[in-house]
């Protein structure tokens, strides 16, 4: 008789429990100021004890258009994630390569990377300068678990996208709009990235949080002064709490792994968004500090 493991992968996982971070229910603005270093949300946000499990020694079951995520061994040429004229040399054009080959997709275009890191920022914070723009840069861990745009977002993104790079071509019948990342120190990593099983993520209610990208931040009664022009800006999706929330990470990943997950998918036929949130992992004792690259990119199949 076939074991429990082979009629279901999953089952008899390792099991991980963690704090995740979630923001409220309830009636409130919801925005995350961005500047060098350092990021801050408004509204309320709670944590609550989840299960998180481990998926590495089943990584070949996962699926893109199932879970949302999939894991793939994708050795990249680039020496030295630190040396930022190098990875804007090689970085973005290896990822529209894996997107493409992981995905099926016609055409990809990479969207600019970032480095995250679970070490002190305060230095960095130390020297900031005038015009921070969001990519390129240092910045903590994520912090809560969240969806990078939101479906009007999304939409936007896609279309001129398109425009942009591909002005005389047919025009899309889908578009995929995710993250590639990997961690680049040596692992156990303290604080790892989870990921929620994308068909798992429709209980809780949902929120979107709007990106305001700035030099000094807000204070007081400014934090959520009305804007007019805040249903333009890019707008991440943010979860409540619900039970039925099935989270899984990836432990002892090198450099040479790599998670591709989904923010949105067109295609709603299939599992089409990853929530996803960093993590601190208590079951690995003397981890590492954690630093990331991730590349956000948008594919299409025309």
Not at 19 to 29: E, K, L, N, S, T
Not at 187 to 204: C, E, I, K, T, W
Request: aromatic content about 10%; overall charge negative.
């Amino acid at each position: 008789m076939a074991s429990v493991l082979e009629n279901d992968p999953e089952a008899g996982a390792r099991e991980v429990r963690a704090m995740m971070r979630y923001v409220d229910p309830g009636d409130f603005i919801t925005r995350r100021y961005v500047s060098q270093g350092e990021e801050i949300n408004t509204g309320t946000y709670s944590d609550h004890e989840v299960t998180i499990r481990d998926g590495m020694p089943v990584r070949y079951h996962f699926s893109l258009d199932t879970h949302g995520f999939v894991i793939a061994r994708s050795r990249s040429a680039v020496a030295d994630f630190h040396d930022k004229a190098q990875v804007d040399a090689l970085y973005e054009r290896e990822v529209e390569r894996e997107v493409l080959r992981l995905t099926g997709a016609d055409k990809c275009v990479a969207r600019g990377w970032m480095i995250r890191t679970s070490a002190d920022l305060s230095a960095v914070k130390a020297q900031k300068v005038a015009g921070y723009q969001h990519s390129g840069g240092t910045q903590p861990p994520a912090g809560e678990a969240h969806v990078d745009i939101n479906t009007p977002t999304a939409r936007r993104m896609a279309e001129a996208t398109y425009a942009k790079h591909f002005p005389h071509g047919p025009g899309f019948k889908r578009f995929l709009i995710s993250s590639f990342w990997r961690t680049f120190s040596p692992p156990p990593q303290d604080v790892p990235l989870a990921m929620m099983d994308g068909r798992s993520s429709f209980g809780g209610e949902e929120k979107s949080n709007t990106l305001y990208i700035v030099d000094e931040f807000p204070v007081g009664d400014a934090l959520p002064a009305p804007d007019p022009g805040e249903g333009e800006r890019l707008a991440a999706t943010i979860f409540s709490h619900h039970p039925g929330h099935r989270w899984w990470y990836f432990s002892g990943m090198t450099a040479d792994d790599a998670l591709l997950f989904k923010f949105h998918d067109s295609d709603h036929s299939v599992t089409w968004r990853c929530p996803h949130s960093a993590f601190r992992d208590s079951s690995a004792p003397g981890a590492n500090i954690r630093e990331s690259i991730e590349c956000r990119s948008v594919a299409f199949w025309e």
